[in-house]
């Protein structure tokens, strides 16, 4: 496939985005490789989320005691007197007003400013370097997050800009979200991955934070207009990883959408640390991994449902 050819200063006049990274190579976001674009901002509040960066849409300072020095250039030039070094190391005090001064004078780059400002152009220039990869794999773009749906507008610009490229395009979301904004942008997506926590509403909401009528709305409508999806199930033991509720879910996408894809998806501890660097409490203190043969006998009994089941995205 030839890729069309792009230009840059037209995107960058169109919509600006906050990001806070673009993962390259991934191989567990779509088919294919794929460049993955984690927007910030998400409307829900998952207890047991692993991305608490993505969670709020303007920047974070994050703090990394690994590489602390205690050289206290960073306390001595900040503006608002709001950091304080301790036998801890460094503390934030609500005087912040992340303003990143001290991100910029660290030089153990202890502190980090998380997420940044973006153009479509500035994205696509990123995506493009991989073009030829996606062309051997058949991969492409994946929108992540967070929920992409929260900057509705830059991401409308950017999946159109991958569109005029020819590039596949994936989009991770939890459907909550008008379906107005579903459908602005549903013909630039190529597949839906759309994440189903629970089917019992009330559930939803207390781990959640919203309930899910308007998501498996979104869900239906979606299978309606002939759209792909692949849906991704979180299975969190202690919160969602009872048999009774992820039976639910396969009895779900078996009635709506017969045959669909489902990736079944273990909850890890990779994001405890970031809790840490953010200066937040993580709450999902009940969290366990799911032992693997627990997941083997979900993964069968999806299948008995003629769903196509993997483990892992």
Avoid at 60 to 71: P, S, V
Avoid at 196 to 205: E, G, M, N, P, T
């Amino acid at each position: 496939m030839n890729y069309k050819q792009d230009n840059l200063e037209l995107y960058n006049e169109k919509s600006i985005g906050e990001i806070f990274d673009i993962e390259r190579f991934a191989v567990n976001d779509g088919p294919g490789i794929r460049t993955v674009i984690f927007f910030k901002g998400c409307n829900l509040s998952c207890v047991w989320c692993a991305n608490p960066e993505s969670q709020k849409l303007e920047q974070e300072i994050m703090y990394w005691t690994t590489r602390c020095i205690g050289c206290g250039t960073c306390v001595r030039n900040c503006p608002q007197n709001a950091l304080q070094l301790t036998e801890k190391g460094i503390m934030r005090s609500a005087d912040c007003i992340l303003c990143g001064k001290c991100t910029m004078v660290c030089n153990s780059l202890a502190m980090t400013m998380v997420g940044r400002r973006v153009t479509v152009g500035d994205v696509l220039q990123e995506i493009n370097k991989d073009e030829a990869f996606y062309r051997e794999t058949g991969g492409g773009v994946t929108f992540s997050g967070g929920e992409p749906f929260c900057q509705d507008e830059f991401l409308l610009e950017l999946a159109r800009a991958c569109r005029d490229k020819e590039y596949n395009t994936c989009i991770e979301t939890s459907g909550y979200t008008s379906w107005e904004r579903i459908d602005m942008v549903k013909d630039y997506i190529d597949i839906f991955l759309y994440d189903l926590k629970f089917i019992d509403s009330a559930r939803h909401k207390e781990y959640t934070g919203v309930d899910n009528r308007l998501i498996l709305q979104n869900f239906d409508r979606l299978v309606q207009a002939g759209k792909t999806i692949v849906a991704r199930v979180p299975i969190i033991s202690g919160y969602n990883g009872d048999k009774e509720d992820l039976l639910a879910i396969a009895d779900f996408l078996a009635l709506h959408n017969p045959g669909c894809s489902v990736d079944l998806l273990p909850y890890h501890e990779l994001g405890l640390s970031k809790y840490r660097r953010l200066q937040r409490e993580y709450n999902a203190l009940k969290a366990k991994v799911p032992p693997q043969a627990f997941l083997v006998e979900i993964k069968t009994e999806f299948k008995k449902r003629g769903l196509n089941v993997s483990i892992g995205g």
